[in-house]
Nanobody, 117 residues
Framework: QVQLVESGGGLVQPGGSLRLSCAAS????????MTWYRQSPGNEREPVAK????????YYEDSLKGRITITRDNAKNMVYLQMNNLKSEDTAVYYC??????????WGQGIQVTVSS
């Protein structure tokens, strides 16, 4: 079955960096785009970055451009989100996501990122 497992979150001071990782299994990873979402309290889940199956095309949420980088390693079935110059408003639960087909959307369990001094 499809599994997405995030890791790498935690508490970081403003201006700090984190790299989130997502280990994927149960589907042909290199055939599908991968997306990172986040959800902060009281807000809807929003996409923050997306990478196509080959990594050739990337999408970033406007407010995060220049501070985040999404990459993938198809040999390891991993997708990463490097986040730099973190701000308090980046505090959220971050989710790894893949859509295999119509109605076949999978999420990781989510990982907390807290930016605070």
């Amino acid at each position: 079955q499809v599994q997405l497992v995030e890791s790498g979150g935690g508490l970081v001071q403003p201006g700090g960096s984190l790299r989130l990782s997502c280990a994927a299994s149960g589907f042909p990873f290199d055939n599908f785009p991968m997306t990172w979402y986040r959800q902060s309290p009281g807000n809807e889940r929003e996409p923050v970055a997306k990478i196509t199956s080959t990594g050739a095309d990337l999408y970033y949420e406007d407010s995060l451009k220049g501070r985040i980088t999404i990459t993938r390693d198809n040999a390891k079935n991993m997708v990463y989100l490097q986040m730099n110059n973190l701000k308090s408003e980046d505090t959220a639960v971050y989710y790894c996501n893949v859509m295999i087909g119509p109605g076949a959307i999978y999420w990781g369990q989510g990982i907390q990122v807290t930016v605070s001094s």
